[in-house]
């Protein structure tokens, strides 16, 4: 900042000098306040950006923890699915061994004779052939044939 003195016999008028220099301290002071509300500043900013930080690294170390929770979770789960599944395998493959074991291909030629039999006996006669009286055919319940017929065929084995 600049100024001029007025110039007096021994130099510069003291009192314009006392009064620039009480305005220079004025200025002086107010910078020094302002300088520390700006140092305050900063050093709350510092604070709250550290404490920010911490937050998010305590936030981040939760989130990672949840995590690590709902895998163990997971993971424990899809183990339990593994020992049904192989429950589930293991109980399959004896109830087929036992099929397999109980039935041979002897007894589906069996059972395929069975149903031929069955079906060849399961023939409607005609109404005009003598037939025995337990054979006796209604029109009127198509269905006897069939029962009579399956009797019939069951009782043979």
């Given at each position: 900042?600049e100024?001029?003195?007025?110039?007096s016999?021994k130099g510069y008028l003291?009192?314009?000098?006392?009064r620039y220099?009480e305005?220079?301290e004025?200025?002086l002071?107010d910078y020094?306040s302002?300088?520390?509300?700006?140092s305050?500043?900063i050093?709350h900013?510092e604070?709250?950006?550290?404490?920010?930080?911490?937050?998010?690294?305590k936030?981040?170390?939760n989130i990672?923890?949840?995590a690590?929770?709902q895998?163990r979770?997971?993971?424990?789960?899809?183990k339990?699915?593994?020992?049904?599944?192989?429950t589930f395998q293991s109980?399959y493959?004896?109830?087929?061994?036992?099929?397999?074991?109980?039935?041979?291909?002897?007894d589906?030629?069996?059972?395929?004779?069975?149903?031929?039999?069955?079906?060849?006996?399961?023939?409607?006669k005609?109404?005009h052939k003598a037939?025995?009286?337990?054979?006796i055919?209604?029109?009127?319940?198509p269905s006897?044939?069939?029962?009579?017929n399956y009797?019939?065929?069951?009782h043979?084995?």
């Amino acid at each position: 900042m600049e100024h001029s003195f007025s110039i007096s016999k021994k130099g510069y008028l003291p009192s314009e000098v006392d009064r620039y220099i009480e305005r220079l301290e004025l200025e002086l002071h107010d910078y020094k306040s302002k300088e520390s509300a700006i140092s305050k500043s900063i050093i709350h900013s510092e604070m709250a950006s550290q404490q920010i930080i911490n937050d998010a690294h305590k936030e981040a170390e939760n989130i990672r923890e949840n995590a690590e929770e709902q895998l163990r979770q997971l993971q424990k789960k899809i183990k339990h699915m593994r020992m049904k599944l192989d429950t589930f395998q293991s109980s399959y493959n004896q109830l087929m061994h036992k099929y397999i074991i109980t039935m041979n291909s002897n007894d589906f030629n069996d059972l395929y004779q069975s149903l031929d039999n069955i079906n060849d006996t399961l023939t409607l006669k005609p109404k005009h052939k003598a037939v025995k009286d337990s054979e006796i055919i209604r029109e009127e319940n198509p269905s006897n044939v069939i029962d009579m017929n399956y009797e019939k065929v069951s009782h043979q084995y």
